[in-house]
């Protein structure tokens, strides 16, 4: 199994020992399997980080950040960590309450291929797209990602879908993820690398490459195709 780290910029992965009893969620026709240990560890976190958001009194404040640094020991303990330093630095900035963080993807279409962009770091294919930034709309964000890793300039349409990360067939990851997927037109640019991306094209639906699953799966893509067929489709969640 694999654990992907959140930073930034990117996703890292670390080997996970099997053997775990996992916790089953099932979603239309697929079955996502998340660590049961990692699903406990995440809700404890949260509990830490809501209550230290909430407290005035200093014996709950210290209780509340234990709370934390035993869900950290878990997640640690989880993935064959000596410590959990590494992990107190991914949330080290996590304050006021918790919530899922969002990744922006876009689906440009040139007649019937879809826009893919080549990962640097995993060599995977996938939608252009990247975590929200505070302060953008989600469509600005969107409309910037496509731009900075593909080179084309795009009108966003339509948002066709919302996911929850965990209910679909992604690597498991230490944060809560909703997916915002939008349906983009395509208005000028030409195809051009960036810093995290290797190579820009489209794709016929039936000759797709070999996708970076931890971004983007074939069931996604699939949807995102049927909207693009379909514009008056009501957007599709969870």
Request: hydrophobic content about 40%.
């Amino acid at each position: 199994m694999i654990l992907n780290f959140l930073t930034r910029s990117s996703l890292q992965f670390i080997v996970v020992p099997s053997g775990f009893v996992a916790q089953t969620m099932r979603w239309q026709n697929d079955v996502m399997q998340i660590p049961q240990w990692l699903a406990w560890a995440r809700r404890f976190h949260a509990l830490g980080q809501n209550g230290l958001a909430y407290c005035k009194d200093p014996y709950d404040r210290e209780r509340y950040e234990e709370i934390q640094q035993l869900a950290l020991e878990m997640m640690a303990k989880g993935v064959g960590l000596p410590d959990s330093m590494p992990l107190a630095a991914l949330f080290k900035n996590e304050e006021g309450y918790a919530t899922p963080k969002i990744d922006i993807r876009t689906a440009v279409f040139d007649r019937e291929r879809i826009l893919l962009v080549k990962e640097r770091e995993d060599g995977g294919w996938t939608l252009p797209g990247g975590w929200a930034d505070v302060g953008d709309a989600p469509s600005f964000a969107a409309v910037r990602e496509v731009k900075e890793e593909s080179g084309y300039d795009i009108a966003i349409r339509k948002l066709a879908a919302v996911y929850d990360r965990d209910k679909h067939d992604h690597p498991p990851m230490v944060h809560h993820v909703y997916k915002f997927f939008f349906i983009g037109e395509l208005c000028g640019g030409e195809a051009k690398n960036s810093l995290e991306t290797s190579s820009v094209d489209f794709f016929e639906e039936n000759e797709l490459p070999p996708l970076s699953v931890a971004r983007v799966t074939p069931f996604q893509i699939e949807q995102m195709f049927v909207h693009h067929r379909n514009p008056a489709l009501a957007t599709t969640f969870d």
